[in-house]
């Protein structure tokens, strides 16, 4: 059975960092595209990294701010969060991809973690 | 970047068809994928590549693309399917890849 379990999440206060962990079992993660999905109270699903094999993009709301990551030993995936705002107050769900003919979707979520940057 | 474009809401007698739409530039060039969001939980793939249903997904839920707009349709609307629907695609750039998603649509079942 695959499972994605997020931990990490919490209250940080502005200009804090955390970091997020997406434990994964039932598939290999250096195998797959692994992606950080976020959503704020009330609001919409928001794209923030993706690591594919070697490569990592990010979303223009976090780039030079986060970083993702990968243990292929643990079978995990990272998100480190640097200088947070108050903006950056979401839940953060894990993801993997599937990718067939040029496109990639989302086959597995985690149930996510809640981080709440305030003072 | 590329922009993906849904109706705020959507309502819907029990027993009606639903139509959710996502416009986009072109977007019938690209493969549209869809997905179930319900309060609380984490979002659920309900379409992919335009039309597919993973197993599980009943055959009440269809979808199409085609010039600028992809269409996610839910026939027979139950209570069960009162939820926000998200549709997205993947980019790649010279400069790498994105995942793009549409602002969301809340389904209400009246």
């Known amino acids: 059975e695959v499972q994605l379990v997020e931990t990490g999440g919490g209250l940080i206060q502005p200009g804090g960092s955390v970091r997020l962990s997406c434990e994964v079992s039932g598939f290999t993660v250096s195998d797959n595209y692994m992606s950080w999905v976020r959503q704020a109270p009330g609001k919409g699903l928001e794209w923030i990294s993706v690591i594919l094999r070697g490569d990592t993009y990010y979303g223009d709301s976090v780039k030079g701010r986060f970083t993702i990551s990968r243990d292929n030993s643990k079978n995990t995936v990272y998100l480190q969060m640097n200088s947070l705002r108050v903006a950056d107050t979401a839940v953060y769900y894990c993801?993997?991809?599937?990718?067939?003919?040029?496109?990639?979707?989302?086959?597995?979520w985690g149930r996510g973690t809640l981080v709440t940057v305030s003072s | 970047s590329y922009v993906l474009t849904q109706p705020p809401s959507v309502s819907v007698a029990p027993g009606k068809t639903a139509t959710i739409s996502c416009g986009g530039n072109?977007?019938?060039?690209?493969?549209v994928h869809w997905y179930q969001q319900k309060p609380g939980q984490a979002p659920v793939l309900v379409i992919y590549s335009d039309s597919d249903r993973p197993s599980g997904i009943p055959a009440r839920l269809s979808g199409s693309n085609s010039g600028n707009t992809a269409t996610l349709t839910i026939s027979r609307v139950e209570a069960g399917d009162e939820a926000d629907y998200y549709c997205q695609v993947w980019e790649v750039w010279e400069s790498g890849s994105d995942v793009i998603f549409g602002g969301g649509t809340k389904l209400t079942v009246l």
């Open positions: 072109n977007i019938g060039s690209k493969r």
């Open positions: 993801a993997s991809h599937y990718c067939t003919a040029g496109s990639c979707y989302i086959d597995y």
